[in-house]
């Protein structure tokens, strides 16, 4: 009994070691894509909340789940979302010292979810796969080119990833031929208890929009109560794996309620909520940021035309020109 509590107090220290070993936080901004390039004005924002990471997202679209090819890099895209859009993107961002996280991720007509996205026979299968596996090695050899530093092999996708676990394996193994830098996966909130190939990557990736708090106005006190169960869990997956925990997106709205549930995005909560918002965020800070084994993360969505982003009537997840921006620039400053 003594030799397995050894044994257990051995793996724990090389776990505590190994989050350690990872370095200052990422203190991230989720850069939103636009019509256009980016300039110096519209990295300085960022340099000035104090971030030293920001996650690109160049997207690939798939009409419906009976067309399931991933078409990307099309002329009725916008350029940010483009290769060479994140490509212009990452240089200019480097070049203010800022570390990059390259995250390509799909986008379903009508903004169907994608972790719902399931094929019914092997053909349609097939088409996914192969076009997922286009798209995604492609900026796999971006992210090598331009030496980003963590690569997202996928957002979302549950229902792809649990029915086809030998195609994410393989794939897996391909991006790693190509990619010589640190490898993560976005799972969502619900789902990364399940992902199956964690052993495989670098960081746990969570996108982090957990029920915390069914308050209107939610306190930073209630919120990192409803953390409690929440952050055991997240600790326990870290444990198992012995990876460190990254927040491949976390943030609220500025809306009523916006902890009860922080996923929602839909445009009928309309009930602006600046404090709701700067306490729950807070509470996020508080609960996971001084914890060995938790890497950081990147806060969902940061805007290049920062004048003209977020704003004391935005009810969206922005931080800009709101409260939230000074815990944001408050918290990062102290990694």
Not at 34 to 40: A, C, G, K, Q, V
Not at 43 to 66: C, E, H, L, Q, W
Not at 242 to 271: C, N, Q
Request: glycine fraction near 6%; proline fraction near 4%.
């Amino acid at each position: 009994m003594k030799f397995v509590k050894f044994l257990f107090l051995i793996f724990c220290l090389q776990l505590q070691v190994s989050c350690k070993g990872q370095g200052p936080k990422v203190n991230g901004v989720s850069f939103v894509a636009s019509r256009d390039t980016i300039l110096e004005k519209h990295v300085t924002p960022v340099v000035n909340v104090n971030a030293n990471y920001a996650a690109i997202m160049p997207f690939g679209f798939i009409r419906d789940s009976k067309q399931p090819e991933v078409i990307y890099n099309s002329n009725r895209q916008w350029y940010g979302e483009s290769k060479a859009g994140s490509q212009q993107y990452i240089e200019a961002l480097k070049k203010r010292q800022l570390k990059i996280m390259l995250k390509p991720q799909i986008w379903i007509s009508r903004g169907e979810f994608t972790g719902f996205l399931k094929m019914t026979t092997e053909s349609e299968w097939k088409i996914l796969e192969d076009s997922y596996s286009e798209f995604i090695l492609e900026f796999a050899q971006l992210a090598q080119e331009t030496q980003t530093d963590i690569f997202c092999i996928g957002t979302e996708l549950e229902q792809f990833v649990v029915n086809r676990p030998d195609y994410w394996n393989q794939l897996i193994v391909k991006i790693k031929a190509i990619y010589k830098g640190k490898l993560t996966y976005a799972a969502n909130w619900d789902e990364f208890k399940r992902t199956p190939f964690w052993d495989q990557l670098d960081f746990i990736g969570v996108d982090a929009y957990f029920p915390v708090s069914d308050s209107q106005t939610p306190t930073m006190a209630e919120c990192m109560q409803g953390w409690i169960s929440h952050k055991k869990t997240i600790r326990d997956v870290s444990s198992t794996h012995g990876k460190p925990i990254l927040f491949t997106e976390f943030g609220y709205r500025s809306v009523d309620f916006s902890a009860k549930e922080p996923w929602k995005s839909d445009r009928s909560m309309t009930t602006v909520n600046l404090e709701a918002q700067k306490n729950a965020t807070q509470a996020i800070f508080e609960t996971f940021w001084d914890e060995d084994w938790f890497a950081g993360g990147f806060i969902w969505k940061w805007h290049h035309n920062y004048e003209s982003a977020g704003g004391a009537s935005n009810t969206m997840f922005t931080p800009q020109n709101k409260p939230v921006e000074s815990v944001l620039r408050r918290y990062y400053s102290d990694q």
